[in-house]
């Protein structure tokens, strides 16, 4: 299983009842073949031979240029000080493909792969959280992460994460993590952090979200929107109406009991849990794999 593999013999049902959405976690990690993904070599086709998603930035402020489409040109902007971040590498790559699939598999979750690459002596992104459970394997390096407990907007929807300027009101402790060729750290969503690298750094993250209970809800929801009850419109409500403002108030509060009647029925269904799983997991995998590999 990957993640014993990355857990290198520290009990995964510990990790997960103590570590995994609570705290982070580090270690030496035994999963030597991913290291073998996180090269150069790796980085280089990405770049030359696939339309992969490029981001830099330096210090914190994106590049404001073009993708680059060479090693080359990818290279010498790195020794200006850029880290290059490859998103969603896995669309792209059968070997990551195949890692985040297992990973998606192990954890219930929809995968957001990235490989990193900084340059010693910067950082290319500041303070931020993800919405995601962050599993982070340093290839090739050395890096320092800065963690700190988001107690202002915890465990943030992936359509709501706070701006990482809000990091700076934290009155939570600042944990540093240093980790060379091989650790791993995992870091919980929503947890404040930042890395900086003291020497050349290469690393592949994977970011895992699991289903939230609003995502039970928006379940039921699409099973209520295959019905023409529910899809129907509510009457006339604005000024031209022949409601008086308490008729409308007395017919919504009839419709919410309705509505809420049902939505109790649904969620009480004994076969909805098994749907459930089935449904996120065939669309979890979906989501990950080779979506083409040419320009």
């Known amino acids: 299983?990957?993640?014993?593999?990355?857990?290198?013999?520290?009990?995964?049902?510990?990790?997960?009842?103590?570590?995994?959405?609570r705290r982070p976690f580090t270690g030496a990690s035994a999963a030597e073949r991913l290291q073998r993904l996180g090269t150069w070599e790796t980085l280089d086709f990405l770049v030359e031979e696939t339309a992969c998603d490029v981001l830099l930035a330096r210090q914190g402020v994106p590049y404001p240029g073009a993708r680059p489409t060479t090693a080359k040109a990818a290279r010498e902007l790195f020794a200006q000080g850029y880290t290059l971040a490859l998103r969603q590498p896995d669309q792209h790559h059968p070997e990551l493909a195949q890692l985040a699939r297992a990973f998606s598999?192990?954890?219930?979750?929809?995968?957001?792969?990235?490989?990193?690459?900084?340059?010693?002596?910067?950082?290319?992104?500041?303070?931020?959280?993800?919405?995601?459970?962050?599993?982070i394997l340093q290839t090739a390096g050395r890096k320092d992460?800065?963690?700190?407990?988001?107690?202002?907007?915890?465990?943030?929807?992936?359509?709501?994460?706070?701006?990482?300027?809000?990091?700076?009101q934290e009155q939570t402790p600042v944990e540093t993590h240093a980790l060379g060729a091989g650790d791993f750290i995992y870091i919980p969503g929503g947890y404040w952090h930042m890395a900086q690298a003291s020497e050349e750094a290469l690393s592949i993250s994977i970011g895992l979200m699991p289903p939230t209970l609003l995502d039970?809800?928006?379940?039921?929801?699409?099973?209520?929107?295959?019905?023409?009850?529910?899809?129907?419109?509510?009457?006339?409500?604005?000024?031209?109406?022949?409601?008086?403002?308490?008729?409308?108030?007395?017919?919504?509060?009839?419709?919410?009991?309705?509505?809420?009647?049902?939505?109790?029925?649904q969620l009480a269904d004994p076969g909805y849990p098994?749907?459930?799983?089935?449904?996120?997991?065939?669309?979890?995998?979906?989501?990950?794999?080779?979506?083409?590999?040419?320009?």
């Open 1 to 21: 299983m990957l993640l014993d593999e990355l857990l290198n013999g520290f009990p995964r049902e510990r990790f997960l009842q103590e570590h995994y959405q």
């Open 105 to 135: 598999a192990e954890l219930h979750g929809r995968i957001n792969l990235h490989i990193y690459c900084t340059p010693a002596g910067h950082h290319g992104f500041g303070w931020h959280c993800d919405p995601e459970e962050v599993f």
């Open 145 to 168: 992460y800065l963690l700190r407990e988001n107690t202002l907007h915890p465990v943030p929807l992936p359509e709501s994460v706070p701006s990482g300027s809000l990091a700076a």
């Open 216 to 265: 039970l809800l928006d379940g039921v929801r699409a099973a209520l929107a295959s019905s023409p009850v529910w899809r129907r419109r509510l009457p006339a409500l604005g000024r031209a109406s022949t409601l008086d403002d308490p008729s409308k108030l007395a017919l919504l509060r009839a419709l919410l009991s309705e509505l809420g009647g049902e939505l109790q029925r």
């Open 274 to 295: 098994l749907r459930f799983l089935a449904q996120t997991a065939r669309f979890y995998l979906r989501s990950t794999g080779i979506r083409g590999n040419g320009r």
